[in-house]
C-alpha cells in the first residue's frame, strides 16, 4: 500500500484563500447561479495593445528561447531606467533579476535566506501567500497587529515590540492588498529609525500596487525616505496589475549584490529566466507609451469613490478610505452576532461571507484569510454596473438579519 508522502514544508501550508473562494464562486456558477465575484485581485482591463504587439514582434524575430538567467539585458536595463525614472532609485543591471511574477520573486528571496527558525515580521491585514511562504521555507511568521485606528499601518513602536535577535525580514506592502493602506514619508522615517538598530534584518518593499493610488497620493518609497536602508532592502515588483499583465507573469526582485546573486543562482536551478516572450512585452509595458496607467488609474478612482461611498450606506459595514490597490476592507463587527432567517448566528466573518454568497450570490474574502477580523474584503477590479448590483444584493441581504 502506497504511503502518499508529502513533505512537512507542503503538508503546513494551505491553498491561497482568495484561490478557494473563486474556485467555489465558480463551482457555483456552473451549476446556474448567478454569482458576482469580487474576489480576485487581478485587473479587469486586457493588456495594452502596444504591449501585446512587442510580444508577438518578438516572436517574429525569434526571440523564443532562453534569456539570461536573471533575465534578458534589456528587460533588465528597462527595469533599472523605470527605478531611476519614476521613483528616483539607482542600481546596476547585476543588482536587478527578473522573475516570473511577483510572486516567485518573493519565494525564492525567502527561500535564499530563511533559515528553519528564523522570523519574519509580517504586517497584518496582510497579502495571504506571505505567511505561507515563509512557512513553506521553514521560517517564523510574527504577525504584527495593525488595526483600522492606526490607518492599518504599522507604528513604529508596534515594530520595536516584534523585532528580536531572530528577525529576518521585515515585509512592507505599500499600497497594500487587502486594506490599501499606504506609508509616507513620515511613517518610514519612524520606522527606519527603530531599523537603525537592526542592520541585519532585511526589509522586503512589496511595491506590486505602486501605480494604483487614489487622490493624487505621491508614491513615496522606503528608500526615498531612509535611503540609508539601501544595503538591507529588497524591492519586490512587476507588470501584473500596473499594466493588466497577469497572465504574462513578469516580475522582479532589487536589491543588494550578494542576494541578487544567491537568487539568481537558486532561481537557476528551478524556475529558470521567465519567459523571453514576455520579457519582450513588459520592456515594451516600461519604455512604451504610458497612457494606459492614467486611463486605468482614473477608471479605479471613480470605482473605489463609488463603491466606498454605497458599502458606507449600508447598515452593519464601514469601510476606511483606501489609499491604493483595488480593494475595500470592509468592517463588518456590528453584524457578528446577528442571525439569519434560519436561526443561525453570524459568530465570525467567515459565516457572514457564507451568507452573502448563500443569500446576496456575492462572493467575498473573509478577513481571517488576511489575519484581522471581523472584516471582508471586496475587489474593486469589476465594472461599475457589477459593484452597484454586488452593494444592492449586500444590501437586501443583509435587511433581512435579526438581533440574535
Ligand atoms: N504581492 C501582492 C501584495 C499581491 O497582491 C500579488 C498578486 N495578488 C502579488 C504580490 C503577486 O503578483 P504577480 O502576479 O506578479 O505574481
Redesign the pocket.
Known amino acids: 500500500m502506497q504511503t502518499q508522502r508529502i513533505a512537512s514544508r507542503v503538508a503546513n501550508i494551505k491553498p491561497s484563500p482568495s484561490s478557494s473562494a473563486a474556485d467555489r464562486a465558480n463551482e457555483l456558477r456552473q451549476q446556474g447561479r448567478d454569482i458576482i465575484s469580487l474576489v480576485v485581485?487581478e485587473p479587469d482591463f486586457d493588456t495594452p495593445s502596444n504591449v501585446g504587439k512587442a510580444a508577438w514582434e518578438a516572436i517574429q524575430r525569434g526571440e523564443t528561447r532562453y534569456t539570461a538567467n536573471s533575465g534578458s539585458q534589456a528587460m533588465r536595463q528597462a527595469i533599472k531606467s523605470k527605478l531611476e525614472r519614476e521613483n528616483n532609485l539607482h542600481y546596476n543591471e547585476n543588482e536587478i533579476v527578473v522573475t516570473n511574477?511577483?510572486?516567485?520573486a518573493?519565494f525564492t528571496a525567502f527561500l535564499a535566506t530563511i533559515e528553519a527558525g528564523d522570523e519574519v515580521v509580517i504586517p497584518a491585514p496582510y497579502?495571504v501567500s506571505y505567511p505561507d511562504m515563509v512557512i513553506a521555507c521553514e521560517g517564523t511568521p510574527v504577525i504584527a497587529q495593525c488595526s483600522e485606528a492606526e490607518g492599518f499601518k504599522l507604528t513604529a513602536e508596534r515594530l520595536r515590540s516584534v523585532l528580536t535577535d531572530k528577525t529576518r525580514w521585515l515585509i512592507i506592502?505599500s499600497p497594500s492588498?487587502p486594506t490599501g493602506a499606504s506609508y509616507h514619508h513620515d511613517d518610514y522615517v519612524a520606522l527606519a529609525e527603530v531599523l537603525a538598530d537592526y542592520p541585519d534584518v532585511l526589509i522586503m518593499t512589496?511595491d506590486?500596487?505602486e501605480h494604483i493610488r487614489y487622490d493624487n497620493q505621491e508614491n513615496v518609497h522606503l528608500l526615498n525616505a531612509a535611503p540609508q536602508l539601501k544595503d538591507q532592502t529588497v524591492l519586490i515588483n512587476?507588470v501584473?496589475k500596473t499594466y493588466a499583465m497577469?497572465g504574462w507573469r513578469i516580475?522582479f526582485a532589487v536589491g543588494p549584490f550578494y542576494l541578487i546573486d544567491a537568487f539568481q543562482k537558486l532561481q537557476s536551478q528551478s524556475a529558470g529566466n521567465a519567459c523571453s516572450v514576455s520579457q519582450a512585452a513588459a520592456i515594451e509595458a516600461y519604455n512604451g507609451d504610458q497612457s494606459f496607467v492614467k486611463t486605468s488609474q482614473a477608471v479605479y478612482q471613480q470605482r473605489r469613490n463609488d463603491t466606498l461611498a454605497l458599502i458606507n450606506n449600508i447598515d452593519g459595514l464601514h469601510c476606511s478610505p483606501p489609499d491604493g490597490a483595488f480593494y475595500l476592507y470592509v468592517g463588518c463587527e456590528k453584524l457578528i452576532g446577528m442571525q439569519t432567517e434560519d436561526g443561525t448566528v453570524l459568530e465570525t466573518d467567515n459565516d457572514l461571507v457564507l451568507y452573502l454568497l448563500e443569500k446576496a450570490n456575492v462572493a467575498v474574502v473573509a478577513g481571517s484569510a488576511y489575519g484581522l477580523s471581523p472584516y471582508f474584503r471586496m475587489s474593486i477590479a469589476t465594472s461599475q454596473t457589477q459593484l452597484h448590483t454586488a452593494c444592492e444584493r449586500i444590501t437586501t441581504a443583509l435587511a433581512k438579519l435579526k438581533q440574535g
Open positions: 485581485g511574477g511577483a510572486k516567485a518573493i497579502w506592502n492588498n512589496d506590486i500596487y512587476g501584473s497577469t516580475g
